[in-house]
């Protein structure tokens, strides 16, 4: 990674300085130096630091780490942060499919993404969950096309408006290529996992000085296999094994062999514990898995309390399912046509595709009726789903009592395909008019999704086991019981843009650049599910259903002013127009060349977040909440109240998010301060304190913080009238069993996050035998607090997982320190790598609950948590091998070589992971057992590939 000495600076603003005197109006001499655009401004620079940070990634650093995606790539960034969207594997989240980017651990909706310094559209997708309301999907874009990566680790909503507070990354592709260049690739792990193959190629042809014009066209088409759980061995299986109870002989009681339960009085609910045994009946006869006998001795994970214990039963293998890696296709294609009209004036057209598609496997899916599910549908509200066995059903062995069922659709298909499109078209002009230099573009950006799912339950079929008297086996065996649902989405933009720089004067230092320009940019985006799926036959699976459009104007300057020769000052200042809110954000950086060793440099900016469409567009997003611990029941999370139900300590309930017009824009301020060293002429050290406080944060409302202000929140819980009654006799209003809890967005909150950014370069000629060039890259996170809601107190989260260590906020992992370094060494033909990545440990521990310090800390898992403890995560035996309740440090190594002795050829290893160290356990992940969003499980991974030239 290099830090780029010669950036533009960020520069718009007002014509503040306009007024300082000295200014000369002249047309500005014809500079001899290379003048430039870097991310961050409009305005022409010669190669030199610029008064915010900037990460360069040229294509030779690309290729040497290895990366097969973007995603993989910009985890060698220490600034890339926790709050991502991960495409790896099924995570039934809302955002399945899509890889995002997340800058300093402020989620993916604060992070702008820009392709050729323009904005791409953002994908298809509802996700209500915090940060993550934007995704800007980085599966369209291709490695392979990337001639440089600009990570903007400054404020730059000055500059680019919304969604830019923590930082900007600007994917630059080729450009005016002439020739050609095909290259395929391998690469999988030792164990032959996580595979991916592919090939790519670009072919440009046209001189544009000589010719007058100039063709590109790009290509990159890539596979890669599945990985499924069992086939992970490079992570701590010992304790995942030990402590999550993970790929035994025990997967799941819930097979083809229904369990039935009985209720335990008429009218009654059911119990699934051992003291409910006598009401529980099974068979093992034609048993699809495995034969079981449940009970802690044969440690798979079944206590003494479990109605399982001393039963027979039918083990379904659910491992066989889980995936690591999914199977993927993805194919890109980008072209891009220049045209020189005249001396002074140039045309540019950019023509892209990307269809990037996505299949997961699936285990059959279940019907556990002891407790009621979910039917949802768009015009209408979510009712609930019990199905319950009448007395005299032939699958029903308790007369006069109603029974409730277990089972699973075993031999059907329920796996999934999600498929994202988009179409990009840019067309434009660019040139010199006087002293003017000027341009101006047309944008269509089309992201399209198309979700598959296969062997959704089918209401009408299914419920004719209670109507019609159907045998469960029966309805199992009828291909009818199960329906593929298909959800569809799409984002559209539309952007007319136009802007021009020029000098208008000269300061002692060097010329006043000023550019200015504006934009009109559409934006829309429809979610639309599968009519059966929105008309209630559908069981169990929530609608997304959104519909709106908006119009945004803007207008921005910039002004820099290099009063002396060391000393400059940038100005920059934005106006955005949205159709509920309006915003002006400025900025301001100055740069201070002390001698020719040291300079200092600084910057200040407010920037904005306007709401996401799916946040203020008519419609909604259903959800689910799974182990739900109702705070009027079971107010601490362990034990119900009397009258009450252990299931109120566990409960799944159903959640309806809907949007609010009236949000209004999340704000921030962002500083940063810092100094560039240059000892030597082969030593280059970067230093950058950085801060950035957001406030007025989008969220959605928590549904435990609803269900505990009813007062606040009238009618937002749902609840049914079997009301509790106190000591007394007295109803309690208002206490009946929690079935949903509707939730909308609102402003709430605020996130103060700051550190320090680390950057070094160290260049050694060594003579006849090369040349060597390290580059060190390193974040170290000073601190980290949110505040959820107003009034409500902060603490400093940094180092562990901000949800644990303050139970009253949703932060994720905020690792303390990540460091990146690489030393290549060349020689002729010959080009060495080696590099190293490390991510600090993150604490499970909970400290804190708002305003209530608890006396000691305690694990989250595990044992020996005080009395007073609530709502804790299991996992009994976590604490006898993770003493320190930490998910450890991960510390991996890299190497590799190129080879360019071969006449038009190139050929290159890569081994990422050198020494095969393990995925640190992770007890959040019951699934893989490591945490994705810091590590991964590939181990030592082998990427082989080999590119030709054409002349």
Request: proline fraction near 4%.
């Amino acid at each position: 990674m290099t830090k780029q000495l010669a950036v533009k600076h960020s520069v718009l603003a007002v014509a503040l300085t306009l007024a300082v005197p000295g200014f000369v109006y002249a047309q500005a001499e014809q500079a001899q130096v290379q003048k430039v655009y870097v991310t961050g401004s409009n305005i022409k620079r010669a190669d030199k630091e610029d008064s915010s940070p900037i990460t360069v990634m040229t294509a030779k650093e690309i290729t040497a780490t290895g990366a097969n995606t973007v995603a993989e790539l910009l985890h060698n960034i220490p600034a890339f942060g926790t709050g991502t969207a991960n495409d790896i594997r099924d995570d039934n989240g809302f955002s399945k499919g899509a890889s995002t980017a997340s800058l300093r651990n402020l989620g993916t909706s604060s992070t702008l993404v820009l392709l050729n310094g323009r904005r791409i559209a953002a994908s298809a997708y509802a996700d209500p969950n915090q940060g993550k309301s934007t995704i800007y999907d980085l599966n369209s874009i291709p490695v392979s096309a990337i001639a440089r990566v600009e990570v903007f680790k400054d404020g730059a909503s000055a500059v680019y408006g919304s969604d830019a507070i923590a930082g900007v990354i600007n994917f630059i592709t080729k450009d005016d290529y002439q020739g050609g260049e095909i290259t395929a690739s391998t690469s999988a792990n030792d164990d032959g996992e996580f595979n991916r193959n592919n090939i790519n190629g670009s072919f440009g042809f046209g001189d544009l000085e000589t010719n007058r014009f100039n063709a590109l066209l790009s290509f990159d088409v890539s596979q890669r296999g599945r990985t499924g759980i069992k086939d992970v061995k490079d992570i701590e299986q010992d304790q995942y094994s030990a402590i999550n109870y993970r790929l035994n002989d025990y997967s799941s009681y819930v097979s083809g062999n229904p369990f039935i339960f009985r209720q335990s009085a008429p009218g009654a609910g059911f119990s699934t514990t051992a003291a409910a045994g006598r009401y529980i009946s099974n068979t093992t006869a034609g048993c699809n898995g495995k034969v079981i006998t449940g009970g802690p001795e044969h440690g798979i994970g079944i206590t003494n309390s479990s109605m399982l214990t001393g039963r027979s039963f039918c083990s379904f293998d659910t491992n066989e399912y889980q995936e690591a890696q999914s199977k993927g296709t993805d194919v890109n294609l980008l072209s891009r046509i220049t045209v020189k009209l005249g001396e002074n004036v140039t045309s540019f057209t950019e023509v892209g595709f990307s269809r990037v598609e996505r299949e997961y496997t699936g285990a059959p899916r279940t019907i556990a009726s002891t407790t009621p599910t979910t039917v949802f549908r768009v015009n209408g509200l979510p009712t609930s789903y019990q199905l319950l066995l009448p007395s005299g059903h032939p699958d029903n062995p308790y007369a006069g009592y109603s029974a409730a069922a277990a089972f699973r659709f075993v031999g059907t298909d329920a796996s999934s395909e999600t498929v994202n499109k988009t179409y990009r078209f840019l067309t434009g002009l660019k040139g010199t008019t006087g002293a003017f230099d000027w341009e101006t573009g047309f944008l269509y950006n089309r992201a399209e999704r198309d979700d598959l799912m296969h062997g959704m339950l089918y209401f009408p079929v299914v419920n004719r086991i209670v109507t019609e008297g159907r045998t469960i086996a029966a309805t199992i065996a009828d291909p009818n019981a199960v329906r593929d649902v298909d959800n569809t989405g799409f984002s559209q933009v539309m952007q007319l843009d136009a802007k021009a720089s020029t000098t208008v004067g000269k300061l002692p230092g060097g010329d006043v650049g000023v550019a200015f320009g504006a934009e009109i940019r559409q934006e829309k985006l429809g979610l639309t599910s599968d009519p059966e799926l929105a008309s209630g036959n559908i069981i169990g699976l929530s609608n997304s259903v959104l519909g709106g459009q908006r119009t945004v104007k803007s207008g921005f300057v910039e002004l820099r002013t290099p009063f002396t020769k060391s000393f400059e000052m940038d100005f920059a200042g934005r106006y955005d127009k949205y159709p509920t809110a309006k915003s002006f954000v400025p900025k301001v950086g100055a740069k201070w060349e002390a001698n020719d060793k040291l300079t200092f440099r600084g910057s200040f900016a407010k920037g904005f977040r306007a709401p996401a469409l799916s946040q203020v567009s008519p419609g909604g997003v259903q959800s689910f909440n799974n182990g739900f611990a109702d705070p009027i029941r079971c107010p601490d999370g362990r034990t119900p109240v009397n009258g009450a139900d252990p299931l109120d300590c566990s409960r799944g309930i159903s959640s309806v998010s809907a949007p609010n017009p009236n949000l209004k824009n999340e704000t921030s301020r962002s500083y940063s301060f810092g100094a560039i060293i240059n000892p030597t002429k082969n030593v280059d050290i970067l230093i950058d304190y950085f801060r950035i406080r957001k406030e007025n944060e989008t969220a959605l409302l928590s549904s435990t913080f609803v269900a505990q202000h009813p007062e606040l929140y009238p009618g937002l819980a749902v609840r049914d009238n079997n009301n509790l009654v106190d000591a007394n006799g007295q109803v309690i209003p208002n206490s009946g069993q929690l079935l949903a809890i509707n939730r909308t967005f609102v402003n709430q909150g605020s996130t103060d996050t700051s550190g320090i950014d680390v950057e070094g370069a160290h260049r050694m000629n060594l003579g006849e035998m090369g040349r060597i060039t390290t580059r060190v890259n390193y974040t170290y996170t000073l601190r980290y607090k949110r505040v959820e809601r107003p009034g409500e107190i902060s603490h400093d989260l940094t180092g562990t997982n901000g949800g644990l260590s303050d139970w009253a906020t949703s932060v994720g992992d905020i690792p303390r320190h990540r460091l990146n370094v690489a030393s290549t060494w060349t020689r002729g033909d010959h080009a060495a790598t080696l590099s190293a990545d490390f991510v600090s440990n993150i604490s499970l521990l909970r400290r804190y609950d708002n305003d209530v310090t608890y006396p000691q800390p305690y694990c989250y898992y595990g044992k020996g948590q005080p009395s007073t403890a609530y709502s804790l995560g299991g996992l009994p035996n976590y604490g006898y091998s993770n003493p320190d309740c930490n998910v450890d440090e991960w510390l991996t190594f890299g190497a590799a070589y190129s080879y360019t002795g071969f006449k038009n050829w190139t050929l290159s290893a890569n081994i990422r992971n050198l020494f095969d160290t393990k995925a640190p356990y992770d007890p959040r992940e019951a699934v893989t057992g490591f945490n994705s969003q810091l590590h991964n499980g590939m181990g030592r991974y082998f990427r082989l590939s080999a590119s030709y030239k054409f002349k």
